[in-house]
RNA sequence: GCGAAGGUGGCGGAACAGGCAGACGCGCUGGCCUUAGGAGCCAGUGCCGCAAGGCGUGCGGGUUCGAGUCCCGCCCUUCGCACCA
């Protein structure tokens, strides 16, 4: 029998409006006792919504209807990134002004919230394309260049030569313009930039307080990138002081070249007459290449000689200065100090280079290696090594004869070895222990490799014996054309300072600390803290974005717009050209504020990042005219409480957000210094997407048998990607509701798995949703007329084993429900709970002594537990219980505690680990260990299976389960 | 290379304090209903086995009465960062 059937259409339409109208998601701003400031990542509105976002909205709208049940007084308020390169595109080739193309975005964004019933706090929306919000964004610059934290300098940008275009860093994919494919190229122009770098340390200090996945902890711990080390000052010959940064102080000992970046500023000054073509043509090349050319080649280890040597000032060693494109000028002093043995970029350059490459820090695993040339000692070597038990294995070299190839461990092992081999060298030979030691065998005696000194009388002496070495630079090139020793040639770990003059012999763990003092006592180094975080470059060359506002004066150099002077209004102009503000005179021209001549406005815009790093302090006061955000509000509502977005901006934008929250704070402007308490990055919703290598992206719906393009019929290549507009593999929302309905979509978009993870949509799915809320409806229709009458409340003391365990499982769902929403956010089981518990309720009131009271509170409870997920069906079933109150002004259903002791449970019996008998007994008794240990002791089958065994021990767990070991 | 996350049925996933592995949903199989099914309802569904039983959470070891979960050693996938000194 089939009631009344589910009409997804009609039942939205009808609720569609009331939440708004009753105004349930206005936050009471001045009442902060109990106050929650839940708050999504305001999107840039390009285009349509797609189902993708439905993971970070929807999922928002789910847990401020249960966190407004729950009774808080909820801060949910939407807004819209709304500048950006898109509008400005669209309206560069559609002729459209880009802030009717925006708002075109926003009014259909707006529409699809409503159809999907997400709802926000409409009062306080923003747009930060809007004069009443740049003025602030305008306002923010001024008070970062009041403390000298916004600047001006020379810098590179990306120019696409074909767009005519300047590029952000995050347009250029590949070295190529996003838009046209075209090479990028540099150019070099004043820029602006904020000195985030100033606030390095706290941002990385403070990420410990929050509330954050670790992962985006973790990386943003790595964009900051601290590293700890010292600079140490290097004298050049002509008298110029070379600072480089090291984390390996240590090392120093071992430093047997310096290595500039090609734009460092002393290479002219340093490069030798002989040399000045070759460094020029060089740094031509480098500063030519662009980054990602630069990054491709990394393991070419280009450079070239300036000619010009320094002092080690360690060991006083002469050591020559090269230029390679491997050092970059902006990280650290633009200056290294290279230490081939142990640093793998060293190395591979000193190798090619032949520069000396001297260890100076011992192998901790005591791990050495030496190569007995046939012929070298006499025989009997074998046979000495055996018996001292030395491993080493024998096989032919070349066509040489037999070699020895040993493994040694230890100071012991490596000192027996050495005396066995000088007994059996062969006059006019030579053999060299590597790794843990470095020493040189020769028939008068042992020599160290110690020092570039020892590399030279060393590698002289070896080609003087052995005219095949002849070609060799250095002794560590001649060692390396030996497979055997690959691996012990070079280590990077760190370990006791070895060839290191007076600081020869300090333990790894000290060597660091050691030889910073050490550099300090003799004025020639200091510890040091460099960082990877670099200021962040605000300046876009564009018009659609907050101006700067900075008016360039000839006699009064950079001066700032008066605050009272905001906003620097955009330019309403016709059309748009392609060098944004720079390309339309009357904005530029203007009078200078302090002397009042003639003077030209700054024509930059600002990156639309620094529009969203304060836009969560506008929503308390969004229309306050005379100040940015009401401190007294915000204090008392911020940081947020739960801020959800995508990882997308676990980076950027959070950094920034946390940049400028700690600035306004250490202007007294807010008490705290952290922006958000809490983070959720939600996954990202996937879908096939089709590439035709000739048509570009296909829609999949168009996709013809056999996955070939429509167009060409050309096989095309399929992978699962987020959805995207330029990807083509987006599922219109639109289509969904029209099809099931709004709370389908919701019900499959939070139900489909973990909301931090990344799922592809599937179309099985969404009936899955579709039919459980074709069950859910003519499950409650149905029973409507039977509880219609029932007034009383269900009495446990009445129930049958059914109703005791439906009872039961009614509190289970609504503590596990309760506990998803409020802790990790866990939906998706949230969601399987009460479909279990519905399941569990459909073959309950198929019963004939089905208990009309307990039927009447489990439908109740079940349509207030799935209102946050399918609010329209919810409202619609709990108007037609008979109630009044709109569900959010109804309040979340509670648990007993009591009840999830009643009735029956079983409980498994292990023997041995294995699960041999199940008992059933009250829940009560099931929770005292005692009790369960005996019921399980007295099963007949337990019984059974015991018999002729001994009971070693009986482990009982309240509740779960009961363990016998026996013998 | 470094950092992080992850690897569980045919699929998405569950098991969040070491306690019945596979909840919930999809798919599939059989049945009912139907002129019909991309509808609905009922039953089944990790693998091997007629069964008793055995085997099963990437691989190999270990701890434990008991391991998806903890420890040691590997393999693979995804995502960040990447010549950062």
Redesign the pocket.
């Known amino acids: 029998m089939k009631g009344e059937p589910y009409d997804p259409h009609a039942i939205e339409d009808r609720w569609r409006d009331f939440w708004h109208k009753r105004g349930f998601f206005k936050a009471r701003i001045h009442d902060t006792s109990r106050k929650f400031y839940y708050l999504n990542m305001f999107p840039y509105p390009s285009g349509k919504l797609h189902a993708g976002h439905g993971r970070n909205y929807i999922l928002g709208d789910a847990i401020v209807r249960f966190l407004i049940m729950r009774g808080w007084n909820v801060l949910n308020p939407m807004g819209w990134d709304a500048f950006g390169l898109p509008a400005e595109n669209a309206a560069i080739e559609q002729g459209i002004h880009p802030r009717d193309w925006t708002w075109a975005n926003i009014r259909e964004f707006k529409r699809q919230f409503r159809a999907w019933g997400v709802e926000y706090d409409w009062d306080r929306e923003i747009a930060t394309c809007e004069p009443d919000y740049y003025k602030w964004t305008q306002w923010l610059f001024l008070k970062l260049y009041e403390r000298g934290l916004a600047y001006r300098a020379q810098g590179k940008v990306n120019h696409c030569p074909h767009c005519e275009v300047v590029l952000a860093n995050e347009q250029v994919i590949g070295g190529r313009c996003w838009r046209c494919g075209a090479e990028v190229e540099k150019r070099e122009l004043a820029q602006w930039y904020f000195k985030i770098t100033a606030y390095a340390d706290r941002l990385l200090r403070d990420l410990e307080k929050l509330d954050w996945p670790?992962?985006v902890k973790?990386?943003q711990e790595?964009?900051i990138?601290r590293?700890e080390?010292a600079e140490v000052t290097f004298k050049a010959e002509d008298g110029q002081d070379i600072v480089v940064?090291?984390?390996?102080p240590d090392t120093l000992w071992g430093a047997t070249f310096l290595v500039l970046?090609p734009e460092h500023p002393l290479v002219d000054a340093l490069t030798h007459p002989a040399h000045r073509d070759a460094v020029a043509a060089y740094r031509e090349a480098a500063t030519a290449k662009t980054e990602m050319e630069?990054?491709a080649?990394?393991l070419?280890?280009t450079g070239v000689p300036t000619g010009a040597h320094a002092v080690n000032p360690a060991n006083g060693e002469r050591i020559p200065i090269w230029i390679a494109?491997?050092?970059?000028m902006t990280?650290?002093t633009?200056a290294?100090m290279a230490v081939p043995a142990h640093?793998e970029?060293d190395f591979a350059f000193a190798l090619k280079h032949g520069l000396p490459i001297i260890p100076v820090i011992a192998r901790p695993d005591g791990l050495a290696k030496s190569f007995v040339f046939p012929g070298s000692v006499r025989s009997g070597l074998a046979e000495a090594l055996a018996r001292a038990n030395i491993a080493f294995t024998a096989g032919p070299h070349r066509d040489r004869g037999e070699a020895l190839y040993v493994t040694l461990r230890g100071e012991a092992e490596i000192d027996r070895y050495i005396d066995l081999v000088r007994a059996h060298l062969q006059p006019g030979s030579w053999c060299e222990v590597v790794g843990a030691r470095w020493a040189f065998v020769f028939d008068d005696g042992v020599v160290p490799f110690d020092s570039v000194a020892a590399d030279r009388k060393i590698l002289a002496r070896c080609k003087e014996l052995e005219p095949k070495v002849g070609d060799k630079r250095t002794v560590m090139e001649m060692l390396a054309g030996l497979d055997f020793y690959r691996d012990v040639l070079f280590h990077a770990e760190h370990g006791t300072m070895i060839h290191s003059g007076p600081l020869t012999g300090t333990p790894g763990e000290a060597a660091v600390a050691t030889t910073i003092r050490w550099l300090e006592e003799r004025g020639v180094g200091k510890a040091a803290v460099?960082w990877?975080l670099r200021d962040w470059l605000v300046s876009r060359q564009r018009y659609w974005g907050a101006p700067i506002p900075i008016v360039h004066c000839p006699e009064c150099g950079e001066v700032p717009v008066p605050e009272e002077d905001l906003p620097v209004l955009l330019p309403d102009v016709p059309t748009l050209g392609k060098q944004g503000l720079a390309d339309i005179p009357e904005f530029i021209l203007t009078r200078c504020p302090r002397c009042g001549g003639e003077a030209r406005r700054d024509t930059d815009t600002m990156d639309t990042f620094v529009d969203s790093s304060w836009y969560f302090l506008r929503y308390v006061s969004p229309s306050d005219g005379k100040r940015p955000f009401d401190p007294e509000l915000a204090n008392r509502w911020l940081p947020v409480d739960l801020y959800v977005g995508g990882v997308e901006h676990a980076i950027l934008h959070l950094l920034y957000s946390r940049f400028i929250t700690k600035f306004l704070h250490d202007l007294g402007l807010l008490a705290f210094d952290e922006p958000f308490r809490r983070l959720f990055t939600q996954g990202m919703i996937t879908y096939p997407a089709y590439w035709c290598p000739t048509h570009h992206w296909i829609s999949p719906r168009e996709v013809r048998e056999g996955d070939r393009c429509p167009k060409c019929g050309a096989p095309l290549e399929v992978s699962v990607l987020a959805m995207s507009k330029s990807k083509k593999n987006v599922v219109p929302p639109d289509e969904l509701i029209e099809r099931y309905g709004a709370d389908t979509e919701r019900l499959y978009t939070l139900f489909?798995?973990?909301p931090e993870?990344d799922?592809?949509w599937?179309?099985?799915?969404i009936?899955?949703a579709w039919?459980?809320l074709?069950?859910f409806w003519q499950l409650v229709i149905g029973e409507l007329p039977r509880i219609a009458a029932v007034r009383r409340e269900p009495d446990p003391a009445r129930f049958d084993a059914a109703a005791l365990a439906l009872w039961r499982k009614l509190h289970a769902t609504v503590q596990?429900v309760t506990?998803?929403l409020e802790?990790?956010l866990?939906l998706?089981?949230a969601?399987?709970a009460i479909?279990?518990l519905t399941?569990e309720l459909?073959a309950y009131v198929e019963r004939s002594d089905a208990d009309l009271t307990l039927i009447r509170q489990t439908i109740r409870t079940v349509v207030l537990l799935l209102a946050p997920f399918v609010p329209f069906v919810c409202e619609e079933l709990w108007h037609r219980l008979g109630e009044e109150k709109p569900i959010l002004e109804t309040p979340w259903p509670g648990y007993d505690p009591a009840a999830l002791s009643e009735g029956e449970v079983?409980i498994?019996v292990?023997i041995?680990?294995?699960?041999r008998a199940r008992v059933r007994l009250p829940a009560r008794d099931a929770a005292d260990a005692e009790a369960l240990k005996a019921m399980a002791l007295g099963d007949p089958t337990v019984q059974e299976r015991l018999r002729g065994h001994e009971v070693d021990?009986v482990?009982a767990?309240p509740g779960?389960?009961v363990?016998i070991?026996v013998r």
């Open positions: 670790e992962h973790r990386m790595n964009w990138g590293s080390g940064f090291t984390t390996r970046a630069r990054t080649k990394a070419d280890k494109d491997y050092v970059m990280y650290g633009g290294i640093d970029r460099h990877r489909m798995g973990p993870r799922i592809e599937s179309e099985e799915g009936r899955g039919r459980f074709n069950r596990k506990e998803e802790g990790r866990g998706n089981t969601v399987a479909m279990e399941n459909s079983e498994p292990q041995n680990g294995r699960v021990r482990i767990v779960k389960l363990s070991v």
